[in-house]
């Protein structure tokens, strides 16, 4: 079982950025795969983004393509998301999740249930 602990949401005007992390304990770190998700007011979680166990591979939602980035400490047991060019609609409850295994084909990450262990999600908000 893995433990997961979010921070660094808040509030920030639209274009602004923001980085928000997830310390894992628990399992190895860098024996599983990472992943981001959000879920906004009266809506389904959705994917944001995954990182395989050695950082080597990303994968990222077309809506946060070339403005979010995900990143992974394997020594720090922590991963990381850096938001970018924020948008009104990327105001949500962010969770971090622990997948089942190192890495995934592309189209496993988008699924929540390839990811065993969730944490308590920090709120983002962006405002205009």
């Known amino acids: 079982q893995v433990q997961l602990v979010e921070s660094g949401g808040g509030l920030v005007q639209a274009g602004g950025s923001l980085r928000v992390s997830c310390a894992a304990s628990?399992?190895?770190?860098?024996?599983?795969?990472m992943g981001w998700f959000r879920q906004a007011p009266g809506k389904e979680r959705e994917f944001v983004a995954a990182?395989?166990?050695?950082?080597?591979?990303?994968y990222y939602a077309d809506s946060v393509k070339g403005r979010f980035t995900i990143s992974r400490d394997n020594a720090k047991n922590t991963v990381y998301l850096q938001m970018n060019s924020l948008k009104l609609e990327d105001t949500a409850v962010y969770y971090c999740?622990?997948?089942?295994?190192?890495?995934?084909?592309?189209?496993?990450?988008?699924?929540?249930?390839?990811?065993?262990?969730w944490g308590q999600g920090t709120q983002v908000t962006v405002s205009s």
């Open positions: 628990g399992r190895t770190f860098s024996s599983y795969a």
């Open positions: 999740a622990a997948a089942l295994r190192p890495y995934y084909s592309r189209s496993s990450y988008y699924s929540s249930d390839s990811f065993g262990s």
């Open positions: 990182i395989s166990w050695s950082g080597g591979s990303t």
